[in-house]
């Protein structure tokens, strides 16, 4: 099956800084890599998502590059901002009909310091 | 326009016991699936349901029990309690139809402590 990993587990910035967060992937046939941000208490939230056709997608401050022939996808957070302080998730599938299961990486705890 | 909804919010077991969890999916989405996300990991496929049948299960086991609804609203069983069984149970609807994105939307989710 898939595995996810995601690397740093916690990230520490100033305000207006970027951030980036890594992930590798295992299996060839995912193709869909969405990023979820996680804040206390509340269920994970896409920000942004990148197909398998596509090296690069930008939303705002937001995002995201994959390379296919090393497994590597990250999330870039630019002018970071208080706000942005959450726990962020990589996660992978594939689209085919039979399998959607989103496979996590462990997760990264990003602090903005003001 | 409700996003996806799940209850309880929290729930306090003791070890042994059955649970059983709620979800309501986003209105138009007429997949569910369940997650397991125990404290600081990432969430771990449970199963996925889409027209009233298990689809697609994880490495859980058979403990664990789901049933969908004509209505495409999702429940999430798990009988004979463990101490391990404690955390955070999401849930994801997504839509299956043709040439959907398969992007899962996630309810806040329910806190489960087995004692």
């Known amino acids: 099956g898939e595995n996810v990993e995601q690397h740093p587990s916690t990230l520490s910035v100033q305000e207006g800084d970027s951030a980036v967060i890594k992930c590798t992937y295992s299996?060839?046939?995912?193709?869909?890599f969405p990023w979820y941000k996680q804040e206390l208490g509340k269920g994970p939230q896409l920000i942004i998502d990148?197909?398998?056709?596509?090296g690069e997608k930008k939303d705002q401050r937001i995002a995201v590059t994959l390379n296919k022939t090393a497994k590597h996808f990250s999330l870039h957070i630019t002018e970071t901002q208080p706000e942005d302080s959450a726990v962020y998730f990589c996660?992978?599938?594939?689209?085919?009909?039979?399998?959607?299961?989103?496979?996590f990486g462990s997760g990264t705890r990003l602090q903005v310091q003001p | 326009d409700a996003g996806v909804t799940q209850s309880p919010t929290h729930l306090i077991k003791t070890r042994g016991q059955q649970v059983t969890l709620r979800c309501s999916p986003k209105?138009?989405?007429?997949?569910v699936s369940w997650y397991q996300q125990a404290l600081g990991q990432g969430p771990q496929f449970i199963f996925q349901?889409?027209?009233?049948?298990?689809?697609q299960r994880g490495n859980f086991p058979d403990r664990f029990s789901g049933h969908q609804f004509p209505n495409y609203s999702s429940e999430l069983n798990v009988n004979a309690l463990l101490l391990g069984d404690s955390a955070l149970y999401l849930c994801?609807?997504?839509?299956?139809?043709?040439?959907?994105?398969?992007?899962?939307?996630f309810g806040a989710g329910t806190r489960l402590s087995v004692l």
């Open positions: 299996d060839s046939a995912s193709n869909y």
């Open positions: 994801a609807s997504s839509f299956r139809g043709h040439g959907s994105k398969n992007i899962q939307y």
């Open positions: 209105s138009g989405h007429d997949t």
């Open positions: 996660a992978a599938t594939t689209m085919d009909t039979g399998r959607r299961a989103l496979t």
């Open positions: 990148i197909r398998s056709n596509v």
């Open positions: 349901y889409y027209e009233e049948e298990e689809r």
